[in-house]
């Protein structure tokens, strides 16, 4: 359990809160770059932190993400001129550049300089690999962008999915770094369901023992089952300050969550699905990519967007259908009686409330790797609190390129000296999962 303190602590993300300028010293997934499809196109908006904001794309192709009110009279800039190398207001025409220098002030005299003295807010943006980066911290030379395996392969052999996830995006976390809740919240009756060992083990053995590692970059863990004569490990990582590698589902691919809080009571998930050594099927990244549901999956259909950013990634599936349980079915085919995963998942980090009251908790030895990821996150705050202690991997990017790994080792065999060469990501090394 934490205190009520540290609960605050560690779920507040807005402006001026210590988790919240702590987490802005990094680089953050904002958009795709197809979301700002070309020079001139409309402005898009977008809420980061609790900070409500515009994004566009200027004449030149560079991304400009603004605070959405025009520093004159508060009106919002998503309804600007998106011209000439920069964004026009159009109540009084004041534009701005993707640097936030006000660059046109046509209602005051020509010869005032009026326009010199003002700045809307705008946050530096890189694009790499069809994602838009954003940094939100107040560094004049911001740190470099973390050098995460998914986010540098090639297009074709990598897809990304956008979720709404309406709740603190801490407990939306906490639920990829836990590697008991898969032998029950996502458990089914049917062995033909089991394609691999690896799903076969998980529900073996309903009580793994979990090992926990802190890193340079976050915490690591191992839950182990045991099979026989051997150990099956299942491993995951943990990332600052919001992004995990959860252990293999696929023989040949690895998925990255970048939890990245809008506010404190809405998530947007990025799930980015990766094949480190080949491209992906073409129907696969068409349907994924897109976020169309691929057959057998239809019940994780997306609704419409819409222009506001908790009406993105919404799926069909929510709290006001219950998201789609099925008591029938809870009693003859999923144990949950909740139909896909992604709904699974939802609705158990939703129904906990908005953010979720962690001095009511009783955790016990499973949950090893969630108290690790939170004393993490808590100390990293702390620390910059007290005399702003940059936050792990801040500034050292190449701490970010590992892996996850499912494997079988001998019972005698340390968990990370056996799957070290797996967990390393930018080489040749095949992804480790038990076929």
Request: glycine share 8%; hydrophobic share 35%; charged share 25%.
């Amino acid at each position: 359990m934490l205190s009520a303190a540290d609960n605050e602590l560690i779920t507040q993300v807005g402006p001026g809160t210590p988790g919240g300028e702590m987490m802005r010293q990094y680089w953050m997934p904002v958009l795709e770059s197809l979301d700002l499809p070309g020079p001139d196109t409309g402005p898009m908006r977008v809420r980061l932190l609790g900070e409500d904001l515009v994004a566009f794309r200027d004449s030149n192709g560079k991304v400009g993400l603004l605070a959405e009110r025009c520093a004159h009279r508060g009106a919002s800039l998503f309804f600007g001129r998106n011209e000439e190398c920069g964004l026009r207001c159009v109540y009084h025409g004041w534009k701005y550049d993707v640097d936030g220098r006000c660059v046109d002030m046509p209602n005051e005299p020509g010869d005032s300089t009026f326009k010199e003295r003002i700045r809307q807010t705008a946050y530096p943006c890189q694009e790499r690999n069809g994602i838009v980066w954003a940094y939100l911290g107040s560094r004049d030379d911001p740190p470099p962008l973390p050098l995460l395996e998914a986010t540098c392969v090639p297009e074709n052999q990598r897809y990304v999915m956008r979720t709404l996830r309406e709740c603190n995006w801490l407990q939306a976390l906490e639920g990829d770094v836990d590697s008991s809740h898969i032998s029950f919240l996502h458990a089914v009756f049917n062995p033909e369901h089991f394609p691999f060992q690896d799903f076969e083990f998980r529900h073996r053995d309903k009580a793994p023992v979990f090992q926990v590692q802190t890193t340079d970059y976050g915490a690591v863990y191992g839950a182990r089952r045991t099979i026989d004569e051997q150990h099956h490990w299942r491993i995951a990582q943990f990332l600052m300050p919001f992004y995990t590698i959860i252990p293999p589902n696929d023989p040949s691919r690895i998925h990255l969550s970048a939890w990245v809080p809008i506010d404190d009571h809405n998530t947007r998930f990025w799930g980015i699905v990766w094949n480190p050594a080949e491209p992906m099927d073409e129907e696969e990244l068409l349907h994924r990519g897109r976020q169309q549901p691929i057959p057998g999956f239809e019940l994780d259909r997306y609704l419409p967007d819409g222009r506001m950013p908790h009406e993105r990634g919404r799926l069909a599936g929510n709290a006001a259908n219950d998201y789609l349980i099925d008591y029938q079915a809870q009693q003859t085919t999923r144990f949950s009686g909740i139909p896909t995963f992604h709904l699974q998942d939802k609705a158990m980090t939703e129904s906990m409330g908005p953010i979720a009251d962690r001095s009511t908790e009783h955790l016990g030895k499973s949950d090893m790797m969630i108290i690790q990821v939170r004393r993490r996150i808590l100390n990293a705050i702390k620390a910059y609190r007290a005399d702003k202690a940059l936050p792990p991997g801040v500034d050292d990017p190449k701490v970010y390129g590992v892996r996850s790994a499912s494997l079988l080792l001998d019972k005698e065999t340390n968990w990370l000296d056996g799957a070290s060469e797996y967990l390393k990501a930018f080489t040749d090394t095949p992804v480790a999962f038990v076929v």
